[in-house]
């Protein structure tokens, strides 16, 4: 079983939607939780980093921790097609090495 | 540098040949990993480093792949005798102890 686990998508929905996207993960050790886009052709980059529990929000972005239930959320509302990207969770205990998800690919439709 | 750099940006060789992957870690990042997106296919983990030492080493696919690090900063990735599933944009990452991992722009192997 990998640490964390990633649904791949695609995932398609039309414009202006509420959009979720989720990790599990095993290690319960994790502290610190990210989530990256990735524009084809291009390196993911950082979108939201949070620390522990609870939710973080950043315009139309949202991240939630529940460590309880070792699940992790973004949702992104009034999604746009410039959200179209893949969306790659990631976390780590409180030293060096990250944890990646797969990444989800998201389409969202005009 | 300002960021994590990647060289060459796009490699195309021929089935059979050796290539060299390079990463150049944002400065003072200690920790550096390798990852491999084949088309369509989500991030997979090949090797991770703390300094010059590869703690994690578990998600090379094959003993053609070997990556080295040396004096903490530039990594090597290299292909041996490459086959033509080893097409794939190779992202390398660096991170330090209280940051988040930065990447690179990848370098996309084609092998014909």
């Known amino acids: 079983q990998k640490e964390v686990e990633q649904d791949p998508g695609p995932l398609s929905v039309p414009e202006g939607a509420i959009v979720s996207l989720n990790c599990t993960y095993s290690?319960?050790?994790?502290?610190?939780f990210m989530w990256y886009r990735q524009y084809s052709r291009k390196g993911p980059e950082l979108l939201m980093y949070?620390?522990?529990?609870g939710n973080k929000e950043d315009g139309r972005f949202t991240a939630q921790v529940d460590k309880s239930s070792k699940y992790i959320s973004l949702f992104i509302r009034d999604s746009q097609p410039s959200d179209s990207a893949t969306y790659l969770c990631?976390?780590?205990?409180?030293?060096?090495?990250?944890?990646f998800g797969a990444g989800t690919r998201l389409f969202v439709k005009a | 540098g300002a960021g994590v750099s990647q060289s060459p940006s796009n490699k195309v060789t021929e089935k059979g040949k050796d290539v060299e992957l390079r990463c150049d870690p944002i400065?003072?990042?200690?920790?550096l990993y390798w990852y491999r997106q084949s088309l369509g296919q989500g991030l997979e983990f090949l090797i991770y480093?703390?300094?010059?030492?590869?703690?994690?080493k578990s998600g090379l696919p094959s003993d053609r792949f070997s990556a080295e690090r040396t004096g903490g900063s530039v990594s090597t990735l290299t292909i041996q005798r490459t086959q033509q599933e080893d097409s794939a944009v190779y992202l390398c990452?660096?991170?330090?102890?209280?940051?988040?991992?930065?990447f690179g722009q990848g370098t996309r192997l084609t092998v014909v």
């Open positions: 990452a660096s991170s330090s102890y209280n940051t988040e991992a930065f």
């Open positions: 290690n319960s050790a994790f502290q610190y």
């Open positions: 949070t620390y522990s529990s």
């Open positions: 990631a976390m780590k205990t409180g030293g060096f090495k990250t944890i």
């Open positions: 400065s003072g990042h200690t920790a």
């Open positions: 480093f703390q300094g010059n030492s590869a703690p994690d």
